[in-house]
């Protein structure tokens, strides 16, 4: 089974249940410009008007946007979101712990210090830079996002930059130095007697 490549196919292949979770969740404390989204994707979805929207109850607004095949990518991204940190918080902390405790670790003194961590990760050739970054929610939450990154790439770009600039550079080095040495001799004489007469 592949990887879904969007949050809204992931959205469209929940279960009801699921949806109005997630829904339940977001509504507990939503963002102002994502709840604008939802609002406007139940008012399409259901033929509402504006205030009739606004004036629903959480949990019929949560029923009613638990319905809609489409609020949005950034909706249900956030919805999303609040599916796994809300009702299955439990479920996704023993994934993770699951997954690597290192990766807990470095997230967990993240958030305790407040200070950004790297370090790299595996051997040789498949090496990974990660980096975590603290962020602070404007509702007053921290939360730490993790960047990975190849160090293949930055490998390859390092050996072509040397191999560019610092050994062409020996080049034309060694061909002054060994291949032509009457050539800079004959110069330096040159100079020489020019600046003794």
Do not use: C
Request: without cysteine.
């Amino acid at each position: 089974m592949g990887f879904e490549t969007s949050a809204g196919k992931i959205w469209k292949k929940l279960p009801r249940e699921d949806k109005k979770l997630a829904a339940a969740a977001f509504l507990e404390d939503p963002p102002p410009e994502l709840l604008a989204g939802a609002l406007s994707a139940v008012i399409r979805a259901r033929k509402l008007r504006p205030q009739v929207a606004r004036a629903m109850s959480d949990p019929a607004l949560a029923d009613a946007l638990s319905t809609v095949p489409d609020p949005g990518e950034p909706v249900v991204s956030s919805l999303l979101i609040a599916l796994h940190l809300g009702s299955r918080r439990p479920l996704l902390v023993a994934f993770l712990a699951h997954q690597s405790s290192l990766m807990l670790d470095a997230i967990g003194r993240t958030l305790e210090t407040g200070l950004p961590t790297s370090s790299v990760m595996g051997t040789g050739k498949e090496q990974i830079l990660r980096y975590v970054e603290p962020f602070r929610w404007p509702n007053g939450r921290t939360a730490a996002v993790e960047v990975r990154h190849s160090l293949a790439d930055l490998q390859r770009n390092f050996s072509a930059a040397v191999h560019e600039r610092i050994i062409a550079r020996l080049v034309v080095l060694v061909f002054f130095v060994v291949v032509a040495p009457e050539g800079i001799v004959g110069l330096v004489r040159r100079i020489a007697r020019r600046s003794r007469a």
